[in-house]
């Protein structure tokens, strides 16, 4: 039974090629479109689920407006944004200012690992709740010389390779 259907479907798309070429290409372009947009969806929601708070941590861009240029985007913000939010808004929680930092070249042995590092203020450890192994987060953001350490960051830097 099977097999004569197969056999029907075929005789009909071989009698009318180009009825079925467009269904064929708009199925195949319908299934791409929905699975890609599946795919940005998932990404998009997936995003600081392991944090505690995630579900309460925004993050602000500054967008810059020229006549020449048109619009260019920024990732860090001047420190007068967030306390201005803070102060006008009641829903504003905490705010925290992050900056990208050179990177750090830590020599463990015979083995030297360049590390991305980035500043931040002492209320990161109270938004994020990053798995951390040793360290004090109290402390790390506020005194010289203090450090915290991930899981990732141990097995980085003390593994026995």
Known sequence: MLYNYLKIALR???KFKGYASINLIGLALGLTAGILIMIYVLDELSFDKFH????RLYRVN?????EDSGESANETNGWPVGKVLERDFPEVENVLYTRSASYLLINQGDKRI???NHFATPEF???????LVAGNPDKALTEPY???????MEKKIFSRR
């Open 12 to 14: 009909s798309l071989m």
């Open 52 to 55: 505690t708070n995630g579900d």
């Open 62 to 66: 500054t967008a810059f407006m020229t």
């Open 114 to 116: 360049r590390q991305k």
């Open 125 to 131: 450890f109270s938004m994020f709740s990053f798995p």
């Open 146 to 152: 203090s450090v915290v350490i991930s899981q990732d």
